[in-house]
């Protein structure tokens, strides 16, 4: 049996065996685009109260998984933002929703979440850390790839926290909804 | 049973675990596109913003393709950030320049449909959301705004790009892809 095109072209074969193909690869970051199911999310301006305060919280409210995948931060002065796995219900001094812009302009679609950011927030626990981040030198962005992503399932939740209480952190994070 | 072959018989190998054998040719999605005629380089020739956050760059999508933003460079000669925003509204310039467009597929005439233009104060805009941002933290340094996926624009959807200091003079090099994948 042959493998024809739509020319009459017939693919070919390797003397060792192997099927001759060309591929087409996508980024996981360019696949959820097509279907509007990435956006970007925006916290801005934060400093912590005191020093390792969680300013970020996110959590899962929806029934499909979502990602983080890479983010932009930036801060007025160098700290260090650790990423951590958290339970419990957060609470706020004041409480901020995250601006939420999905990358496929135009679609409506965004990701079931609750997320907040804040100068001290409090009542959660720390399950586990993920990830830091170094912020060196003050107002320049710095690019943090998890690259395999963090995955988070339906009511799971996440924080950041930060190390310098002079330090006004502003990110902007990418989150995909997760069919996978 | 069937068995895949070429032109000269030799037959397409299945390891134990029932994997086919091939020898791959990968090609990234802005290769492929390339290739096509249907990734081109957008440059801004130098703006700058008269005031603090002006918009000084706009771009709507206006053809029946959907268009990707790919990777974005920029240089400025003094310190800023540069917002990029999704807007809505009808733009209104002072003295606006069209964008230069160039295929990377050398003499084709493949041209994406769109507006856009720069100037040193776009207005009538009205920002829908926030979606990537670049600090130029050196003067007349190159940064690339890393955000892997990029952004798509369907037909008449529309960004702005906004720089927080009036003395950077901004040069720009972005991907527009025509993505009819």
Redesign the interface.
């Known amino acids: 049996?042959?493998?024809q095109g739509r020319q009459g072209q017939?693919?070919?074969?390797?003397?060792?065996?192997?099927?001759?193909?060309?591929?087409?690869?996508?980024?996981?970051?360019?696949s959820?685009?097509?279907t509007?199911r990435?956006s970007?999310i925006?916290m801005e301006n934060v400093t912590p109260t005191v020093a390792n305060n969680y300013i970020f919280y996110l959590r899962n409210i929806g029934t499909l998984n979502v990602a983080i995948?890479?983010a932009?931060f930036?801060a007025s002065a160098a700290t260090t933002l650790w990423f951590d796995y958290v339970s419990g219900e957060p609470a706020y001094l004041v409480g901020t929703p995250v601006?939420?812009?999905?990358?496929?302009?135009?679609?409506p679609t965004k990701p079931a979440i609750d997320a907040q950011y804040d100068a001290n927030i409090t009542g959660l626990t720390q399950e586990g850390k993920l990830f830091f981040q170094r912020l060196d030198?003050a107002?320049?962005?710095y690019?943090f790839?998890t690259v395999s992503g963090i995955t988070i399932p339906t009511g799971q939740a996440l924080a950041i926290r930060s190390s310098n209480i002079l330090a006004a952190v502003?990110m902007?994070c990418?989150i995909g909804i997760v069919l996978l | 049973m069937a068995r895949i072959t070429d032109l000269n018989g030799v037959v397409m190998e299945v390891e134990s675990l029932g994997r086919a054998f091939t020898l791959e040719v990968n090609s990234k999605l802005d290769q492929t596109l390339s290739n096509r005629g249907h990734s081109i380089s957008m440059l801004v020739d130098t703006t700058s913003a008269d005031n603090a956050d002006d918009y000084v760059l706009y771009f709507q999508n206006i053809g029946p393709v959907v268009l990707g933003i790919g990777t974005i460079d920029v240089m400025a000669s003094d310190v800023t950030t540069l917002w990029f925003d999704e807007v809505l509204g009808t733009p209104t310039f002072t003295a606006g320049v069209d964008t230069q467009e160039t295929n990377r597929l050398l003499g084709s005439p493949n041209d994406p449909v769109l507006l856009s233009q720069y100037d040193t104060d776009i207005g009538g805009l009205i920002p829908f959301g926030r979606l990537f941002f670049e600090r130029c933290a050196l003067a007349n340094r190159a940064y690339r705004v890393n955000e892997m996926g990029g952004m798509a624009l369907p037909f008449s959807t529309a960004f702005a790009m906004r720089s927080s200091n009036p003395a950077a003079i901004i040069t720009l090099k972005m991907t527009v892809n025509i993505n009819d994948y």
């Open positions: 049996m042959r493998i017939i693919a070919d074969v390797d003397d060792s065996g192997r099927l001759f193909t060309l591929s087409t690869s996508l980024n996981v970051d360019q959820l685009l097509t509007g990435v970007s925006v995948g890479h932009t930036m601006e939420v812009t999905n990358r496929r302009l135009g679609n030198t107002n320049q962005s690019f790839d502003t902007v990418s």
